[in-house]
């Protein structure tokens, strides 16, 4: 914006000179109304907008804007003025630090003394102005408010005059101050203003027979607990505390050309951050990042969980907005929510959120929420905003010091809850050093955009778009509440298409997440089934591995660590100080292998770049799969088996449409036979693919796909022990498929306690749903309870066939087949 420092004239923007101006003066102290005057009276105004008329000085406040100024006949120019203070500068910024902190004052915003001291340092202060508008402006902008008024009503027309200066003061302070102090101010007031708004209040109270009155104050109430009251300082010394936390612990390594492409975009647009959720200090990783490079602050949409004191006070100062879990039927609050939402996106504030809903406890991405979503394409579908971009975000750490309890919680144990003591524990538990932690940006994606093409009604004719990863909304309400009021069949559409586009989101974040050298590390020794390895073995499983990932140009971290022995050696030793390896160095040489107890931590690690390799492990067991049939027509029954694969996997890994990821399995087998285009069909998947599978050197259907087909058997032997046909209690069946699953563990009819995980079972339940293997049927309907009962046991059998498969596979593996 403009600063006193110079300006343009009025008549290039408004034609003529205007006759009047009014001086809108946001001044708290003595200091600051001098500082204004002697400015004014030096002609600032004449200056700036190279205008000779009066000028009458006003304050900032409703009360005077509606007494002195809202009536006028003419048409006066109205200027808001402030003074910016700023603090020293130090290292070439201008922060606030615990220093200024100790000596009581604010740089930012200092007492009547301090402000007096600082009138000698004339680089301490600016009077700023914000961007003018006409009177007649203000009027058009706001037609509901001037139209009350000419009925006679002045309060609102005043209190959004003061908005708007408000905003233009802000917009001209971060010229100076840097996008990364973008603020909201006066949101609830605003909301409480808006007539659309209080038009949906009305309807609210006589849906519930409430008096508008007690559900203006319930909307305030509710207003008041989500409006995060963003501080300058609370964000400067919150920056300042929590940054060590993770400085200390990872070397952050994000992506500056994305950074740069990113900043460029949101000139133009809100941007939505979607990251990955794999720790509590995800949104501290990516909030520096993106302040170090001059980024608004987001507005970080959390659960009512991390609210406590004294985190939650600070963080909604720093921008989180804090929303229950569950709305319930509590129509105000899901109106508050909904408003507030779409009044950021308006106001092109950026947001971030976590759409797995909660951190994923495998280290693989979690199937995605929609709630938010919904909101978010609500707004774009009312044409309150353009636009918003979405950004997946990936966050991955090489290590995390706060696995165990994760593990613990798989194992079947309870989560802690968050509290001053939890953190406390888990700031002690961040001071080891655990490597780096990459932060990468996916492709953005424009929700409108993306809403027309997965056929949103509203934007463009329908369009039918199989959804194969997608669990479904229940039809009546979204997990965060919101009910649904459109017709059924729009209503559909809709949830596919904020479900395509969650999708999306995901596959986005992917694309992006690199391999690093624990995730290969932990594959390697996952996968010899509790053997231990020497070093050298260790480089000859993850050498051909390495060759692959080269191949597929995919994204990775310092993989070259793991080409030299001696850099290796520091790898498995770091794991080791992890209590994630055990190294036995009695013998001839250190051999190496999982910690025992910490398969699961192991997992999280592998898993985080597991979905690289899900295609190669299916198309393994493809190949099996043909050339166990014995069929002449080898090629479809290993078709047919990848497509099954891919179904059963579906609530585990984002699949694409059935076309592409037929593309991918063709570029998989490329890649172990380059001459398989100029095959017969009959000699496609034959006994030389086999052949040049096995001398690929290296096997992936064990080390990636046997936890989960193991985790899907423990659940489907559950469902065929029960009575067909009864209501099943889901919590008491996840608890006990962990039971059953550390028995099956101790009878090695699993292969790895990283199958034994409350996530893994619950995504197999998903699955058995969706299989129809949860109905329910009366005991007399014998006819269904059979029926029910075989496909159950079919289900079982099938995963028992696969499980076969996998160790067959495991068998052709090189690692294992130079120890028989």
């Known amino acids: 914006m403009i600063d006193h420092r110079g300006g343009s004239p009025a008549t290039a923007r408004f034609g003529t000179a205007p006759q009047s101006v009014v001086a809108l003066i946001d001044a708290a102290s003595g200091v600051e109304r001098e500082l204004v005057g002697a400015w004014l009276a030096e002609g600032g105004i004449a200056k700036e907008f190279g205008s000779d008329a009066p000028v009458t000085q006003l304050d900032l406040d409703a009360g005077a804007v509606a007494a002195r100024l809202v009536g006028r006949q003419d048409d006066p120019l109205v200027v808001p003025v402030r003074v910016l203070w700023l603090p020293p500068e130090r290292d070439g910024v201008r922060r606030m630090t615990f220093a200024d902190l100790a000596l009581l004052t604010n740089p930012r915003k200092p007492n009547r003394l301090v402000q007096r001291k600082l009138l000698q340092s004339p680089d301490r202060h600016v009077v700023l102005t914000g961007a003018p508008a006409l009177l007649s402006e203000l009027r058009a902008n706001n037609p509901e408010a001037s139209a009350l008024f000419t009925k006679g009503t002045t309060e609102p027309f005043a209190r959004a005059i003061v908005r708007a200066a408000v905003v233009a003061l802000e917009r001209a302070e971060r010229t100076i101050i840097g996008d990364r102090y973008k603020v909201p101010r006066l949101v609830a007031e605003e909301i409480l203003d808006s007539p659309d708004f209080l038009r949906r209040l009305e309807l609210i109270a006589d849906q519930i027979g409430a008096s508008p009155h007690e559900v203006y104050r319930r909307a305030e109430k509710a207003l008041g607990e989500l409006v995060a009251a963003q501080s300058r300082l609370v964000s400067d010394l919150f920056t300042q505390a929590m940054r060590p936390v993770h400085a200390s612990t990872w070397k952050v390594d994000s992506d500056p050309s994305g950074l740069a ?13 979607l990251p990955s959720h794999r720790s509590y200090v995800d949104a501290f990783v990516l909030g520096d990042v993106l302040a170090r490079n001059d980024f608004p602050p987001n507005h970080v949409i959390g659960g009512a969980n991390l609210s406590f004191w004294p985190m939650g006070p600070i963080a909604r100062r720093t921008g989180t907005v804090f929303i229950r879990r569950s709305f319930g039927d509590d129509e105000v609050y899901k109106a508050a929510v909904e408003e507030y939402f779409a009044y950021l996106l308006a106001k092109r504030f950026n947001l971030e959120w976590y759409f797995e809903g909660g951190r994923t406890r495998t280290g693989k991405l979690r199937p995605p929420r929609y709630g938010l979503l919904n909101y978010l394409a609500a707004a774009v579908r009312s044409n309150r905003i353009d636009d918003v971009m979405l950004v997946p975000v990936s966050i991955t750490y090489e290590r995390l010091n706060e696995l165990g309890a994760i593990a613990s919680e798989q194992a079947g144990g309870t989560k802690k809850p968050e509290g001053l003591k939890w953190l406390a524990r888990y700031v002690r538990s961040q001071q080891h050093s655990a490597g780096h932690v990459y932060v990468r940006f996916g492709e953005p994606l424009s929700a409108r955009d993306r809403l027309a093409a997965f056929g949103d009604p ?184 990848a497509f099954r694969l891919r179904d059963l996997l579906k609530f585990e890994f984002f699949f694409p449409e059935r076309a592409e990821f037929a593309e991918h399995m063709v570029a998989e087998m490329l890649l172990i036979d380059p001459d398989w285009h100029s095959r017969t069909r009959a000699d496609t998947l034959g006994s030389d693919i086999l052949t040049n599978l096995t001398t690929s050197g290296f096997m992936m259907a064990h080390r990636v796909l046997r936890s989960f087909i193991d985790a899907q058997l423990v659940v489907a032997e559950r469902l065929a022990a029960r009575a067909a046909g009864d209501e099943i209690d889901r919590k008491a069946f996840i608890a006990e498929a962990v039971a059953v699953g550390k028995q099956m563990m101790l009878q090695q009819r699993l292969h790895s306690p990283e199958s034994v995980s409350t996530e893994l079972f619950t995504s197999a339940l998903k699955l058995a749903d969706n299989y129809g293997l949860l109905d329910t049927a009366p005991p007399d309907a014998v006819a269904r309870r059979t029926e029910l009962t075989e496909r159950r046991q079919e289900f079982a059998a099938r995963l028992r066939t696969i499980g076969n498969r996998i160790a067959r596979a495991a068998a052709l593996d090189p690692s294992n087949m130079d120890t028989r």
């Open 458 to 641: 509203l934007t463009t004719p329908p369009l039918t778009i199989p959804l194969h990863h997608i669990e479904p909304i229940p039809p009546s309400r979204t997990e965060a509440g919101t009910v649904d009021s459109s017709p059924p069949e729009v209503a559909e559409l809709e949830r596919k298409a904020v479900q395509r586009l969650a999708f999306e989101v995901a596959v986005g974040i992917n694309a992006v997440t690199p391999v690093t050298v624990n995730a290969l590390v932990t594959l390697a020794l996952l996968g010899v089934h509790g053997r231990a390895l020497t070093l050298g073995e260790v480089r000859a499983v993850l050498a051909p591995v390495l060759g692959y990932i080269e191949k597929r140009d995919l994204p990775r971290g310092e993989l070259d660590a793991l080409r030299d022995e001696q850099s290796l050696a520091v790898v498995l030793q770091q794991l080791s100080l992890a209590k994630v390896v055990t190294v036995y160095r009695g013998g001839l040489e250190p051999v190496y292998s999982i910690e025992a107890g910490a398969h699961l931590e192991a997992a999280f690690y592998r898993n985080s770049a597991v979905h690289w390799f899900v295609n190669r492990a299916i198309l393994e067991l493809s190949i099996l799969a043909a050339v166990e049939s014995g069929d002449t027509d080898g090629l479809r029954t290993g078709w047919h088996e």
């Open 261 to 273: 492409a990113l900043r460029d975009l949101n000139r133009r647009f809100p941007l939505v951050f």
